[in-house]
């Protein structure tokens, strides 16, 4: 079915059984529907394809950046993105203005920022 309200078009329907919503945010076309119980929004973003949805109450976006699957989120109201590399999983968010960089190096956990303009490394 679709319907036209405030010049959005909204289609919704079924997909594998689930309620799918599309409609065009911003020229985006987005598509919403539900994912084991949570609500996904997917859209593209510069080309991206983004999936936004709800972890544990977090805000999650997940999209690609340089090939790599990026998945960003607030954590105790901070933006940190999460991406793979090398096969390791990152972190990266901002503390006190600083960019951190998180990872697990053969299970030892590496805290990677600039401070003052030097890189420093922190083992913990």
Known sequence: MKYYCAQLCVSIWRVRGQR??????????????SVRGQRVSIWRVRGQRVSIWSVRGQRV????????????????????SMWRVRGQRVSIWRVRGQRVSIWRVRGQRLSIWRVRGQRVKMKG
């Open 20 to 33: 799918v919503s599309i409609w065009r945010v911003r020229g985006q076309r987005v598509s919403i529907w």
């Open 61 to 80: 976006s997940i999209g690609r950046v340089r090939g790599q699957r990026v998945s960003i989120w607030r954590v105790r109201g901070q933006r940190v």
